[in-house]
């Protein structure tokens, strides 16, 4: 018998690809929204276009020995989260309502982006050090 993915086993599959990119010394994160059953963004975690990446100059949260999930804004790069919300608003594509896949729990600034950006539900692998996004 032919053992055919589930949609949710299917994307999220996808963000592990999507996770290949990611520019992140540390962790590396991918993650797309999905509406209907179609993509609509993906993201990975790492520096804006233009900037440095940590994986050319180093880690800033590794320099300053920062555990995971603390001190978020001293990270040069965006978390696949935030990537993956702002390429959906660059290319003017609604994601009201949509599904986040992602390899990892979102943290909790990552989360109110999430709940701001009117995405409906969230699927991921893994945990996040983040005791804000547990709640």
């Known amino acids: 018998m032919f053992d055919r993915p589930t949609w949710d086993e299917y994307f999220m599959e996808i963000t592990h690809l999507v996770a290949k990119r990611s520019t992140c010394k540390r962790r590396q994160v991918g993650a797309i929204l999905v509406k209907d059953k ?6 990975y975690n790492g520096a804006p276009p233009g900037l440095p990446h940590c994986t050319d100059v180093g880690c800033l949260r590794e320099q300053e020995q920062i555990p995971s999930g603390e001190r978020h804004e001293l990270c040069r790069g965006l978390h696949a989260e935030q990537n993956t919300i702002i ?3 660059y290319h003017g594509v609604s994601i009201k309502g949509s599904v986040l896949y992602c390899t990892n729990m979102p943290c909790s600034i990552c989360l109110k982006m999430i709940i701001s950006a009117g995405i409906s539900k969230i699927i991921y692998e893994e945990g996040y050090p983040d005791f804000l996004s547990e709640r």
């Not at 179609?38 to 993201?43: S, Y």
């Open 87 to 89: 390429q959906a608003a």
């Open 38 to 43: 179609r993509i609509l963004a993906t993201g």
